[in-house]
């Protein structure tokens, strides 16, 4: 700020002297230099663009999550935090808590990549220029209030220059990083910078600090960028504003990271996930925000706008839920969740489905039936083995429970179809010759719509005409997850109304008891019980 010298030997005196003009004169000199500084020091005058901003600075987890809406400012946060990691610029304008979270996380020079979606459209035209200390982000003029100058300061950069410190033909960039507290030079932080299109591979190499990933990458890649994190406690990043289109694939990171870093029954320690939403953000001209999503259909605008999955939006059965829901029944907020712990019931009446598989493991589901004809899904087993394996699997579980089997059904195309084993003899026969007699199920679409009613809460009793037990997991994941096979755009020809061959083993295994009608009366007069189990110990 050298040309502020001339104003430092001025007293009181000489203040109340000057005129209207040179005061006038030192107020622009002063208010120049401080946009000068600024444009070189941005990250000194760094403010959170929102609270959930705040809150991801404040997260110390190995593994943190932003989903955000276009322009929501989740690539600027974390490319903020990782200046501070890198240079040890830790801004006195953010709360002092937070700034001291940040600084316990100071680790001296640190390796950092960054994989970003495009080395020729994304890295040189958006990513880098929210580092360069020269180039202006925002939508106000340089300078203005809706923006910031590029994160890395100026005299951090290695050499003092951009040039000296961007190796293009590496896309590698070096700084100089000092202790926070005391300014002492510590050593050089490098970044590198790589993109989600390159093969797995090329990633396995190097120890790094921390690893940021701009929008969704493949799961190799994550998984590769995991073993470059664990020999020296890193961190991974994930930001990332979600598909509108719910056909592309994004199971990995909405298992691994959504689900796991949301408050809740699947919250993992070491995993946080934030939304950033789009209307948060000062920068953002908010009036032409809300008009676009007013545009917007209300299900796109959730994830353009607040960062929201539509990942299962088009389930097959969007009524089932494994979390605490209400809904409104004559006047009256009614409270349930599909999967419950509740005890097994020995005298009811149960059915047992079977989905056999030659090449993946056999899968098996119990449901009892009640008195109002209400279904109680209360255990499930995969089977590795054959017919024998499975055999001795199902006695133990129906022993353990003291099940009533009243009828036993099955996939009714892989039963009629040639066993691996034997030759012409089919899986139902196999499964005979063992003491599994199952009947063929009914496969028409119709037990779908039909176990969705089920979902729903009876307006008489108050609850849900279907329970599902806590031990049934797989069951539970499955009908989480079990989607239409979309079209992109509904909009572009119908809609296909045909399931897709995933995650859909145990959910049709429930289309065939539902298209088989099951009724308490008829299980108990009606078919001739199968085997009555005493009950040896709890299962489950």
């Not at 926070?180 to 050593?187: E, F, H, L, S, T």
């Not at 008489?460 to 005409?465: I, S, W």
Request: proline share 6%.
């Amino acid at each position: 700020m050298q040309n502020l010298n001339i104003y430092e030997e001025l007293t009181k005196s000489d203040l109340t002297q000057l005129s209207s003009e040179q005061l006038r004169a030192m107020a622009v000199r002063v208010l120049e230099t401080q946009e000068h500084d600024r444009q070189e020091n941005q990250l000194e005058y760094y403010k959170p663009v929102s609270d959930t901003a705040l809150a991801v600075h404040r997260s110390t987890t190995r593994y943190l999550g932003v989903g955000g809406g276009n322009g929501a400012s989740k690539t600027d946060t974390v490319l903020a935090e990782l200046s501070m990691h890198a240079t040890g610029v830790y801004p006195s304008s953010l709360p002092e808590g937070v700034r001291d979270t940040l600084k316990g996380k100071f680790r001296g020079p640190v390796a950092i990549r960054v994989v970003v979606e495009s080395l020729t459209t994304t890295l040189e035209n958006i990513i880098l220029p929210k580092l360069q200390w020269w180039k202006w982000n925002g939508t106000s003029q340089p300078g203005g209030e809706r923006g910031h100058w590029g994160w890395i300061p100026r005299h951090k950069l290695k050499g003092g220059q951009w040039t000296s410190a961007w190796q293009a033909r590496t896309r590698s960039l070096t700084v100089q990083c000092h202790n926070p507290d005391n300014g002492q030079y510590v050593g050089d932080s490098t970044w590198q910078f790589m993109a989600h299109n390159q093969d797995w591979s090329d990633f396995a190499s190097g120890d790094f600090h921390h690893i940021m990933h701009d929008e969704l990458t493949t799961y190799a890649i994550w998984r590769e960028n995991q073993a470059r994190t664990m020999r020296v406690g890193g961190r991974m990043y994930l930001c990332m504003t979600w598909p509108d289109d719910p056909s592309i694939a994004v199971d990995w990171a909405y298992d691994e990271m959504y689900e796991r870093g949301r408050p809740g029954p699947d919250k993992r320690e070491n995993v946080d996930w934030f939304e950033m939403w789009s209307t948060d953000n000062a920068n953002l001209d908010q009036v032409e925000v809300a008009k676009q999503a007013a545009d917007w259909d209300p299900q796109i605008a959730a994830v353009r706008i607040k960062g929201q999955p539509i990942r299962f939006s088009n389930r097959v059965h969007p009524g089932f839920s494994n979390h605490n829901t209400s809904v409104m029944v004559a006047g009256e907020e009614i409270f349930y969740n599909h999967v419950v712990d509740f005890p097994v019931e020995n005298l009811l009446p149960a059915i047992f489905l079977l989905d056999p598989h030659p090449r993946k493991p056999h899968m098996g589901l119990w449901v009892q039936v009640d008195t109002y004809d209400d279904l109680w899904v209360v255990a499930e087993v995969l089977c590795e083995g054959g017919p024998d394996d499975l055999r001795a699997q199902v006695d133990d579980i129906e022993d353990n429970l003291q099940l009533r089997v009243a009828q036993r059904l099955g996939d009714p195309n892989m039963l009629r179809s040639p066993s691996s084993s034997k030759r012409g003899v089919c899986w139902q026969d196999e499964f005979s010759e063992v003491g599994l007699r199952i009947d063929l199920g009914d496969d028409s679409d119709v037990g779908r719509a039909r176990l969705n009613d089920y979902f729903k809460v009876d307006p008489d009793r108050r609850q849900p005409r279907i329970h599902i037990h806590p031990r049934c997991n797989t069951t539970i994941r499955q009908l989480l997850r079990y989607c239409w096979d979309d079209y992109r755009h509904v909009d572009d020809r119908a809609q296909k109304q045909l399931p897709k061959d995933k995650d859909d083993d145990f959910p049709t295994l429930l289309k065939y008891l539902m298209n088989s009608l099951p009724s308490y009366q008829n299980l108990i007069v009606g078919p001739q019980v199968l085997r009555t189990r005493k009950k040896k110990e709890k299962y489950g």
